[in-house]
Nanobody, 124 residues
Framework: QVQLVESGGGLVQAGGSLRLSCAAS????????MGWFRQAPGKERDFVSF????????YYSDSVKGRFTISRDNAKNTVYLQMNSLKPEDTAVYFC?????????????????WGQGTQVTVST
């Protein structure tokens, strides 16, 4: 079983950038497709981005497309989310998740393993 730990969150002004990391242990992430999700207070957990096992395919929600970039380094067992041009509406707890089955998904229930999340706050 894989354990996931997110880091890199924090407080940033609108227009700024952050880079989130998701470090895996217990098992190599090369056997998993990976996703990033976010959850704002009082709201559901929403899909942000997906990357397949080898990093050749990526997907983004419409709200972050063109601003966020997902990547992975399987040798370092780490997945990243580069977030640029941040907006106050990006404020949320960001989670990384691992999916063992083939195919991409934007639904949280399709991911078997989750990190504890990292807070991202974007001020005006």
């Amino acid at each position: 079983q894989v354990q996931l730990v997110e880091s890199g969150g924090g407080l940033v002004q609108a227009g700024g950038s952050l880079r989130l990391s998701c470090a895996a242990s217990g098992r190599t992430i090369s056997t998993y497709a990976m996703g990033w999700f976010r959850q704002a207070p009082g709201k559901e957990r929403d899909f942000v981005s997906f990357i397949n096992r080898l990093g050749g395919s990526t997907y983004y929600s419409d709200s972050v497309k063109g601003r966020f970039t997902i990547s992975r380094d399987n040798a370092k067992n780490t997945v990243y989310l580069q977030m640029n041009s941040l907006k106050p509406e990006d404020t949320a707890v960001y989670f990384c998740a691992a999916r063992g089955r083939f195919g991409w998904s934007k639904y949280p229930y399709d991911y078997e393993h989750w990190g504890q999340g990292t807070q991202v706050t974007v001020s005006t």
